[in-house]
C-alpha cells in the first residue's frame, strides 16, 4: 500500500474541537461566536452525534430536541468566517507540540494534520457491553448500534426483536423500532427505576426529562410493549444467527432467580448497559483520569471545563456520562473558556454562572441515574466456562480465570499479554469493562481506575491503513521519525 500523504496546515487554528456531538457543536459556536478561530473535526458526515444522527433531508420528526439541533447547525454557519467545520475526519492520534498541539486525522485515504493552539476533547461515548452466553451470534446488536440504523439510515435490524440491558436509553430504542414497524417482545430493564425515589429533589428539577422517559412509555403502552423490570436476556440461541433470547427475573445482585427463566422466538436481541466514554484521546495526551460514580473511566475536569493537561479542556461524555444537555452545557463552558485563553475575549461571568448551576443541576442528575441503574455484580455469575468474553480474539471466561488463577495475572494488561482480551480490532472498546471486571473478581479485589486505563490506553485511537506507518515520522512527534510515547503525564 503506498504511503498515504500528509496535508499539514500551517497556519494554527485559536481551537481544535474533536467530535461534533452536542458536546462539540455547543463548544465550537460559543467559541466562534467569541472571536475564536475553530477547526470542528468529526468522523461522521453531518454534525450532530449519535444524538442528533439523522439522514440527509431528516425533518427531525423522529429526534428529541431537534430545535436545540437546528440552533446549533445555524450556529455554524452563521459564525463560518471563524469555525472549519471538518467532517469525515476520523482522529487517530494527537500530539503536544511546543505551540500547541497536533492532531492527526483520516479523511478520503489521507492523513490531515490540524494544528492548534488549545484543543476541545468531545468524543463522546458508546454502548458498554456485558458478555451473556450466545452474545456474539448475528442478530445481536448493542442498542446504540440498533438505533444508529434507524436513525442513520432508517434501516430496522429486525422483525422481532427483544430490547434488554439497563438504563433509560433502552426506552427510545425500544419505542423508535415500535414506531418503524417492529415487533418488539419486550423491554427488559435489570435494575429498578423506582429508585428514583431516593433523590426527589433532583428528580423534580429534572422534570423535563420525566416528561420525556413518559412520552415514550406511552408509545410502548400504544405498541403493547410489556416493560418488565429486574429482568434481563441472560441466553441467546440460535445456529447461524439468534433465534430466540432466554429471559429471566433477577434478584438485587442480578443473580438469576430459580424458575423464572423463559424463551422468546425472535430474529433480533439489542442490549445496552449504560455508556463508556471514548477516552483515548485524554490518555495520549495525559490527561488525569478517574473512575466516575458509574464505574466508567473519565477524564478530570474543573469547573471551567480544564483538564490536567495545560491547553486540554473535555466536555460531554468524555467527562463523564451525564446525557445531551448536560453534554451542551459543558460544551460552552469548554468553548467560552478556550475562547478567553486564546483570544482573550472575556464571558459574560453571569451567563457563566447561569451554566455553572446548570450543570450542577444536570449532574446531579446523571448521578441520580447512575445511582437507579448501577450494574450489579450478579452478571459474573451468568458466565459459562466457554462464554466469549474476548469476540475479536475469541477469549473465553475461563481463559480470563485460568489467567488471574493459575497464571499469577494480577491486573487486566497482565491477563491481556497471557490470554490476548483487548487485542483484536476493537482494541479492548468492547471487551475492556468486562476484563477488568472479571479480572478485579477473580483476584478478590474491586475494579480500580488503573484496571480501565490499562485496557483503554491506546497510541493509536482509530484504525489506520498500514502504509500510512510507512512514514514513522506521521506518526511520531515532528521530526522525532519516532512512534509516539508517552511522558511522564502520560498513563
Not at 474533536?18 to 459556536?29: D, F, H, Q, Y
Request: with cysteine; proline share 7%; hydrophobic share 40%.
Amino acid at each position: 500500500m503506498p504511503t498515504s500523504p500528509v496535508e499539514v496546515v500551517d497556519d494554527p487554528y485559536d481551537i481544535a474541537v474533536l467530535g461534533a456531538g452536542p458536546a462539540g457543536l455547543s463548544a465550537a459556536t460559543a467559541a466562534a461566536a467569541h472571536g475564536a478561530r475553530v477547526a470542528l473535526l468529526d468522523a461522521a458526515p453531518r454534525p450532530g452525534g449519535q444524538y442528533w444522527r439523522h439522514r440527509p433531508a431528516d425533518d427531525g420528526a423522529a429526534h428529541h430536541d431537534w430545535p436545540a439541533f437546528q440552533r446549533l447547525r445555524t450556529a455554524l454557519d452563521t459564525y463560518r468566517t471563524h469555525l472549519d467545520h471538518l467532517p469525515g475526519h476520523a482522529i487517530w492520534h494527537i500530539e503536544r507540540t511546543a505551540a500547541g498541539f497536533v492532531t492527526h486525522a483520516l479523511s478520503d485515504g489521507a492523513s490531515r494534520e490540524v494544528v492548534s493552539r488549545t484543543v476541545v476533547v468531545a468524543t463522546g461515548a458508546y454502548d458498554r457491553q456485558l458478555p451473556f452466553p450466545g452474545w456474539t451470534l448475528p442478530g445481536v446488536y448493542t442498542a446504540g448500534g440498533v438505533q444508529a440504523l434507524l436513525k442513520g439510515h432508517g434501516v430496522v435490524a429486525g422483525r422481532r426483536v427483544v430490547v434488554a440491558g439497563t438504563g433509560p436509553f433502552l426506552l427510545p430504542v425500544a419505542a423508535g423500532l415500535a414506531e418503524a414497524g417492529a415487533t418488539v417482545l419486550g423491554v427488559f430493564e435489570a435494575g429498578r427505576p423506582t429508585a428514583f425515589a431516593r433523590h426527589p429533589l433532583t428528580t423534580l428539577r429534572a422534570a423535563g426529562k420525566l416528561a420525556e422517559g413518559a412520552r415514550y412509555l406511552r408509545t410502548l403502552r400504544r405498541h403493547r410493549v410489556p416493560y418488565r423490570t429486574r429482568t434481563t436476556v441472560v441466553r441467546a440461541s440460535g445456529a447461524d444467527t439468534v433465534t430466540g433470547a432466554e429471559v429471566a427475573r433477577l434478584d438485587g445482585r442480578w443473580r438469576i432467580v430459580p424458575g423464572t427463566r423463559r424463551r422468546l422466538e425472535c430474529d433480533t436481541v439489542a442490549v445496552g448497559y449504560g455508556f463508556t466514554p471514548q477516552t483515548e484521546i485524554p490518555l495520549l495526551l495525559g490527561c488525569a483520569m478517574h473512575r466516575d460514580a458509574d464505574g466508567s473511566l473519565s477524564a478530570r475536569v474543573d469547573t471551567r471545563q480544564r483538564s490536567t493537561v495545560p491547553g486540554v479542556y473535555a466536555a460531554g461524555e468524555a467527562c463523564g456520562v451525564g446525557g445531551a444537555e448536560l453534554s451542551c452545557t459543558e460544551g460552552e463552558l469548554a468553548g467560552l473558556h478556550a475562547a478567553y485563553a486564546t483570544t482573550g475575549s472575556r464571558p459574560d461571568p453571569r451567563h457563566v454562572a447561569r451554566l455553572l448551576r446548570r450543570r450542577a443541576a444536570r449532574r446531579g442528575f446523571a448521578v441520580a441515574l447512575y445511582e437507579a441503574y448501577p450494574v450489579r455484580p450478579g452478571w459474573r455469575e451468568r458466565l459459562t466456562e466457554d462464554t466469549v468474553v474476548c469476540r475479536c480474539e475469541e477469549v473465553t471466561a475461563s481463559a480470563i480465570r485460568h489467567a488471574v488463577e493459575d497464571l499469577g495475572a494480577t491486573d487486566p494488561r497482565a491477563v491481556k499479554l497471557c490470554a490476548r482480551p483487548g487485542m483484536g480490532l476493537c482494541q479492548g472498546r468492547v471487551c475492556g469493562y468486562a476484563t477488568a471486571a472479571l479480572t478485579a473478581a477473580h483476584a478478590g479485589r474491586e475494579v480500580t481506575e488503573e484496571d480501565l486505563c490499562g485496557l483503554a490506553s491506546r497510541p493509536i485511537a482509530q484504525p489506520v491503513p498500514l502504509g500510512l506507518l510507512r512514514n514513522p515520522g506521521s506518526l511520531g512527534n515532528p521530526g522525532s521519525g519516532t512512534m509516539p510515547h508517552h511522558d511522564e503525564e502520560g498513563v
